[in-house]
């Protein structure tokens, strides 16, 4: 049946979706009914598709999508779906692989026309209300495709569907074979990565500039296990480019989301979670290797912002701020010198030593915090006055007109932020912090419908079901984090539980992987697997992470196996387009290489777990058990044996071997240490 001729947006669970539920234009959630509703009625379906922190989308927003004219005709001749990228993130990469797939650059809003049964035949992204930007006005847009389906429908189906197909197969990617983990292919995708890296201002060569997590990674996995020091000092000299740069926020703490300009000073000014969650990891795993205070500080820093601005109701993490405020992209974050001088009063001459104001060429807004090396070597130095600047300049902040924030929170971003928060805590010996991490954690898990599946977003009392293949590898990877942060065996025996769900609604039939989205969920075009990196790991790549901890944790071999099996068919699906899909060579390289640290340690003297809690490493799994302990049932070293509890110690094991145990602090943290650097 048709649904009435209204915007039905105003129930969703996406703040973005609510954003645009005051809009003329008739928007309908992407749903089954509203699938059924484009088939009845014969219209094509305008597929828009964005988030709640993108500037380009508030634009489009604002010059059509409020805009009556533009709305009368979108009305009459489509069927409207608003999809919130960030909720439906297979929807997403099925039209935007189709956009691509058609030679157009993807990016966000992202605006497809698609056959009433919801095949793509033409698309784009941004459409400016008028003519401009080389692009044309969007109601001309509007009428020549709806001209273009009157006259030639059945070819441009027929294309449709042959679109469909092509990325059907791309994205499925059913029938490639398994091929065999060779370490090999981590070193070359490394090396390719580093022939990317810009020596000057770090990241890759070129912008805009993307903090881009999961090539980082490459490059630390391939120092950790090749001892490729180059490729270490790339990604520390990417960090602190970064954390000196106008993409930090200087003043409140945390990264945003990427730099327009080749030198990390003008940022896009959103906010997101799943950045903020990755940079605190790499920032530790950067003061480990060099002692740089400047990392702590910015690790300090993130979780305070994150703690302050970014907790919803009942211990989730929202999504992201927006770039905007008051209608000007920065204008929260950006400073002149009268406000400098206002907000420090006696101070202000104080400003120099450690921060710069510069307004680059072409940036309309007012001037943008960042550092040169010089001072941020003085911030390390002079940690309390600097911190008493930022305080004076937060507060004065305070009064500013604050950037909208997208409240729901998102399994699979709080459990990328779970475990940032359980690492960093244990490193910085910040209890409240995995506390924080636990509370998170408890409320995913506490939205659980009755049969103990995860949604994937809650917004208040409202829960979007089914979860993700990502949200499950996301939330055993951060029970297995809070497992090693806190001893309790509950939170392994969760993992374990959602690795049973994940096999049940999300395995493919020929046992050799996952699929993204559940068995019974209804109203995707087909099942896409979830390969392809996005600014964070993909799901595949989370999943075989995942199931490679899990082993290690457990001691079984059956699940050793599994790992196996879907790392060789993921590396088999990846080999044509290992760029894209560097999380999958990742995680293949944590299979091949799986460490575990076991700790027997005197619970009134711990000795080894401080140790272990400052080393920390990708590859490893620690496990805790006090000394004295009997009848544990897990078996917890190669082979299924377990450690002796008489006396404390650590046994340090790399793949099917184990060093002898370890008796003295002092020789672990070498151990640890040379692990490190092969």
Not at 145 to 161: C, F, H, I, P
Not at 368 to 385: G, K
Not at 546 to 570: M, N, P, R, Y
Request: hydrophobic share 40%; charged share 20%.
């Amino acid at each position: 049946m048709t649904l009435p001729a209204e915007n039905l947006l105003s129930n969703e669970t996406s703040p973005y979706l609510r954003q645009h539920s005051g809009n003329p234009v008739h928007w309908r959630p992407w749903s089954p009914s509203s699938l059924a509703e484009a088939r009845e009625t014969g219209k094509p379906i305008l597929l828009s598709v964005g988030y709640a922190a993108c500037h380009w989308c508030h634009v489009m927003a604002h010059e059509s999508f409020e805009n009556e004219d533009v709305a009368a005709v979108m009305n009459r001749l489509f069927v409207n779906i608003k999809v919130d990228r960030e909720e439906r993130p297979d929807i997403d990469q099925i039209y935007m692989a189709a956009l691509t797939a058609m030679g157009e650059q993807g990016g966000w809003p992202l605006t497809m026309f698609l056959t009433p049964d919801a095949k793509p035949f033409w698309g784009g992204t941004y459409f400016p209300r008028e003519a401009r930007y080389g692009r044309p006005d969007f109601i001309q847009v509007l009428e020549a495709v709806n001209k273009a389906w009157q006259e030639r429908r059945q070819s441009l189906a027929d294309s449709a569907e042959q679109l469909s197909t092509h990325v059907e197969a791309r994205l499925a990617a059913g029938h490639a074979a398994a091929t065999p983990l060779d370490a090999r292919l981590l070193t070359s995708l490394a090396d390719g990565i580093y022939g990317m890296i810009d020596h000057e201002a770090g990241g890759l060569r070129g912008a805009p500039k993307f903090p881009n997590t999961p090539f980082m990674q490459t490059l630390w996995l391939n120092w950790l296990t090749n001892g490729a020091a180059a490729h270490r000092d790339a990604v520390i000299a990417s960090l602190e480019h970064m954390l000196r740069g106008g993409i930090y926020d200087h003043v409140g703490g945390g990264l945003a989301r990427y730099s327009t300009d080749t030198e990390w000073l003008v940022p896009h000014f959103e906010k997101m979670l799943y950045d903020n969650a990755q940079l605190l990891r790499q920032a530790n795993w950067a003061f480990t290797a060099t002692g740089n205070e400047l990392f702590r500080i910015r690790v300090d820093e993130t979780v305070a912002w994150l703690l302050r601005e970014m907790r919803a109701e009942g211990g989730g993490f929202a999504s992201s701020l927006d770039a905007d405020s008051e209608g000007e992209e920065g204008l929260f974050y950006t400073w002149n010198n009268g406000e400098v001088a206002e907000a420090l009063g006696g101070k202000s001459d104080l400003f120099v030593n450690s921060f710069t104001l510069s307004a680059p060429a072409n940036w309309e807004g007012k001037p943008i915090i960042h550092q040169t090396p010089v001072q941020a070597a003085y911030e390390t130095e002079h940690t309390d006055e600097t911190a008493d600047l930022k305080k004076a300049l937060l507060a004065a902040r305070e009064g500013r007109t604050r950037p909208g924030r997208d409240d729901k929170v998102l399994a699979d971003w709080n459990g990328l932020l779970i475990v940032a928060l359980a690492e960093t805590g244990r490193s910085f010996d910040r209890p409240q912090w995995i506390a924080a991490a636990e509370e998170a954690f408890a409320f995913v898990v506490d939205h659980a419908d009755e049969m103990g599946r995860l949604p994937h977003s809650i917004l208040g009392d409202r829960a979007l079901y089914p979860a993700l293949s990502s949200d499950y590898a996301a939330m055993i990877i951060a029970a297995l984090a809070l497992f090693e942060a806190t001893g309790n065996a509950g939170y392994a025996e969760k993992a374990r539980r959602f690795l049973k769900i994940l096999d049940q609604w999300y395995a493919d039939p020929q046992a050799s992987g996952y699929f993204l989205t559940a068995s019974d969920s209804s109203d995707v075009p087909f099942r896409i697997r979830g390969d392809v990196d996005d600014a964070i790991p993909s799901a595949t790549s989370q999943i075989v992470e995942a199931i490679v901890q899990l082993a290690s944790v457990t001691g079984s071999v059956e699940l050793q196996e599994k790992a196996w099996l879907v790392a060789e068919h993921a590396a088999g699906r990846a080999s044509r387009q290992q760029y894209g899909q560097a999380g999958i060579v990742n995680a293949c390289a944590l299979a091949m290489n799986p460490m575990k640290l076991v700790l027997i340690e005197d619970e009134g003297d711990p000795r080894f777990v401080p140790v272990a809690n400052r080393c920390p490493d990708p590859r490893r799994v620690d496990i805790v058990f006090p000394l004295g302990a009997e009848g544990r049932k897990l078996p917890n070293l190669p082979g299924g044996t377990y450690p002796s509890t008489e006396k404390a110690g650590a046994y340090l094991c790399t793949g099917l071997s184990c060093l002898p145990i370890i008796t003295d602090p002092a020789e672990l943290e070498r151990a640890l240490r040379a692990s490190q650097q092969p």
